[in-house]
């Protein structure tokens, strides 16, 4: 029985479960029926003629008779009329509760084929309609995630190109003859090679920091001499007609639970992107404790982000000017990589900006 039963779908599972309800509730009401209505009918007739005088002897098997005669004929009828009311029912009940089902079955096989944009609608049962939702929620997920890894291929194929046909022009050129081998071009190649292996890091770095792979090795810092230390590091490269770097951090600082070397990276990049896009001016590291937690913001009266763009500016290789970017060497990863190193430290990072006045990166770090 299990086996027959187990090829069964679930729109037959219902009905037939239905069914066998029905039948153990007819056979249950005939068979008291049977078995007792009789009696009881016998026993009435006698209170009937013992109460009331009536004699009931001659008439008494007719109406024995014709009670069992009216009685079969309405449980017939009840069995009839109930047994088709009753199995049509389930059979609606249970094409409801399947219809979902089948409709899930169809949307599923049409995502794994590779149409994620397909979503379920919702159920008036609310078990379905909370499974809708889950299957929705991951549905959109995969097609973030498939987007994502479009834009990907396509962001990376657009890093590459550049420098692959900057090294590719210029090995040609020195194949044929038409360029001379001196050391000048060779620091050239040498140049974008030392691009391509960069990208190639920053790539490694963010998928091993979005993966959670990427070591943190927190500890009780000292903020305040690793931000001397990065804004000496910084101004010695600042040229004399380029902007001022300045350093605005009270002593004492809160001790943070943080990871040095991480931290270190976190204002390389995003010094490095305010020295990239400020000419003039001033560029303002700046430290504060707020509750339990101390923030630390690079603030440049640069270029400054279109608020338009400025939702994006920690999206891995975005860019406002991309070929500005390129020509300036920017990969557009330093601040995705941020992004990932400071949530891994259990902080958050922000952004804001005014085109023409500048911009302002903040970050926070948990109080030790």
């Known amino acids: 029985m299990a086996k027959p039963m187990a090829k069964l779908g679930l729109r037959s599972r219902l009905f037939l479960s239905h069914l066998v309800v029905m039948i153990v509730g007819l056979s249950t009401l005939v068979a008291v029926g049977k078995l007792y209505s009789l009696k009881f009918f016998v026993v009435q007739l006698e209170t009937i003629q013992i109460g009331g005088g009536f004699n009931l002897v001659r008439g008494r098997q007719k109406l024995v008779d014709g009670f069992e ?11 009839l009329v109930g047994a088709s009311t009753a199995g049509g029912l389930s059979y609606l009940v249970a094409k409801r509760i399947t219809q979902p089902l089948i409709q899930m079955e169809q949307v599923t096989q049409q995502v794994a084929a590779g149409k994620l944009e397909e979503r ?38 657009h890093e590459l190109r550049t420098p692959l046909t900057v090294l590719e022009g210029y090995l040609e050129g020195l194949a044929d003859g038409t360029i001379d081998p001196t050391v000048d071009m060779y620091q050239r190649l040498a140049k974008e090679t030392a691009r391509l292996r960069r990208l190639v890091n920053a790539l490694q770095e963010l998928s091993q920091a979005e993966a959670g792979y990427l070591p943190i090795q927190t500890e009780k810092l000292n903020l305040r001499p690793l931000l001397t230390a990065m804004v000496e590091k910084f101004s010695d490269q600042l040229l004399d007609e380029g902007p001022t770097l300045v350093l605005d951090c009270p002593d004492p600082l809160p001790f943070v639970k943080a990871d040095p070397e991480r931290v270190e990276q976190i204002l390389v990049n995003l010094l490095g992107n305010s020295l990239r896009y400020t000419t003039e001016g001033f560029i303002t590291v700046r430290a504060w404790s707020e509750a339990k937690k101390v923030w630390v913001a690079v603030e440049d009266t640069g270029l400054g982000i279109a608020e338009d763009d400025l939702p994006h500016v920690f999206e891995r290789f975005w860019r406002a000017d991309r070929s500005r970017d390129r020509a300036s060497g920017g990969s557009g990863i330093g601040l995705a990589i941020s992004k990932r190193l400071v949530e891994l430290q259990s902080g958050t990072i922000e952004a804001t900006s005014e085109l023409g006045k500048g911009s302002s990166f903040r970050f926070s770090l948990p109080i030790s």
Do not use: C, Y
Request: no cysteine; charged share 25%.
């Open 69 to 79: 005669v009216a009685w079969s004929k309405g449980a017939f009828w009840s069995v």
């Open 120 to 157: 379920l609608p919702d159920s008036e049962i609310p078990e379905l309609s909370r499974l809708a939702l889950s299957f929705n929620h991951m549905a959109a997920n995969l097609e973030g995630v498939e987007q994502r890894r479009r834009d990907l291929v396509g962001d990376l194929t």
